[in-house]
């Protein structure tokens, strides 16, 4: 059997956002455990305009292609007013049968390490049928960044979530080669 192909999504897109540093982060210790192909995937990249609001077919097909070609996904969310960033949200909102049938973990970080956020994603992709792992790295901007709040922040996180990262990884690559087979 191929190794699975799993997309970290970074889940913000405005200018400074710390998403970059720890989806590195995440893919440098997956790397190294050779279980999958792991690839960072930048919503950023995509320019998806608001649902609705202009024709996107190109955005929106190109995005629909890269979920098409991944088995499983780990978001990388930031909480933003107790709730995902509304890019992420519009992101989700513009596929569907490539998100159908596919496992995800979550990466949060925010004040309270992202958990809020992490929860309305959980919701957000049952209805796009997407099977949310249980084990979930939470990082705190107050223990797990440098100067988070100023241009200069670094990702600086603490070796306890290694068990956590690795822990979701275990449960993505499980679950996503399980529900391969439905699709």
Do not use: C
């Amino acid at each position: 059997m191929s190794k699975l192909n799993i997309g970290i999504i970074l889940g913000s897109t405005r200018q400074g956002r710390l998403s970059p540093q720890v989806g590195e982060w995440v893919k440098s210790i997956a790397d190294q455990r050779g279980d999958a192909n792991y690839e960072i995937v930048d919503i950023a990249d995509y320019k998806l305009p608001l649902l609705g609001e202009a024709d996107a077919t190109e955005q929106a097909t190109a995005w629909n292609t890269k979920l098409a070609s991944l088995d499983g996904f780990v978001f990388v969310v930031q909480e933003y007013n107790h709730s995902i960033t509304a890019s992420l949200k519009n992101a989700i909102d513009y596929a569907r049968e490539a998100w159908n049938n596919k496992a995800a973990g979550i990466v949060s970080y925010g004040s309270v390490g992202g958990a809020r956020a992490a929860e309305h994603l959980r919701g957000i992709l049952g209805e796009v049928s997407v099977a949310d792992v249980r084990v979930h790295p939470a990082l705190s901007l107050f223990t797990d960044f440098e100067d988070a709040f100023s241009p200069n922040a670094k990702f600086n996180p603490a070796e306890l979530h290694l068990v956590n990262l690795n822990g979701m990884l275990d449960q993505v690559i499980a679950w996503s080669g399980a529900l391969k087979v439905l699709r």
